[in-house]
């Protein structure tokens, strides 16, 4: 695991797009169809808006999935993660092949089974994650499932991971926050050939502390990125005040 430390979010969003393009471009050469996993939230804004302006991309040679989607939420509500990627990465990169995870059909075990089935055909160069105040990675709250094989399942939103969205303005109120969510799983997100992780801000600074340094396990959902080989988390210096033990580069 490779930890970058930058100076605000701004300058972390591009060194992290810098580092995903790359992963991108090394995918596509000779022609090839890059395979990528796209994370939202509040935490993925400058890293998205400076990905769609990397230069040199073919982005109708790009496929992307979708990391999780609420249960039950129109694709019209704000807080929709396909609306999200549609509005902030699909729609201006100019994406042509998008697996989006719909939440609001009537069963989403079906959905989970067909996008998964579509995620396995062959391996994802690149997933851009991020990590939760709860440490959760993807909508794995803790104690995460670190064993179940399938590529997505069904997971209940536990009341921290449901304040963060309220927090980060999604919602007005706890009550309107789904409590249930369609999740990529860790061995999944794990599959991945590399892995860009983008944490801003001081409200992470604990799960990230926790996740890093704490002992890797279910309580920690993203401490399981420790156990890849191809991780680059991003980090600004708010969100890494915390670290005691992690060597960091500063950028």
Known sequence: MRVWRCSDKSSLGT????RA???????????????IIAATGASQFEFLNALVRQPDIDWTRVEMFHLDEYIGLPIAHPASFRRYLIERFIRPAGIVRAHLLDGDLPDPQEVCRIVGRRLNERPVD???????????????????????????????????C?????????YASLGEVPTHAISMSIRQ???????????PDARKAEAVRACLEGPIGPMAPASALRRHPEVDV?????????????AMVDR
């Not at 449901?162 to 999604?170: L, S």
């Open 15 to 18: 060194a992290a797009a810098d």
């Open 21 to 35: 393009a790359g992963r991108i471009r090394a995918a596509q050469t000779g022609g090839g169809v890059a395979r």
């Open 126 to 160: 690149v997933a851009f994650v991020g990590i939760g105040e709860n440490g959760h990675l993807a909508f794995n709250d803790p104690p995460a499932d670190f064993e179940t094989e399938e590529p997505y399942l069904i997971v209940r939103l536990d009341e921290a």
């Open 162 to 170: 449901r304040r963060q969205q309220v927090g980060e303005g999604w």
């Open 189 to 199: 997100i794990l599959k991945a050939r590399a892995i860009v992780c983008v944490v």
């Open 234 to 246: 991003y980090l600004d210096r708010d969100s890494a005040a915390l670290l005691t033990a992690t």
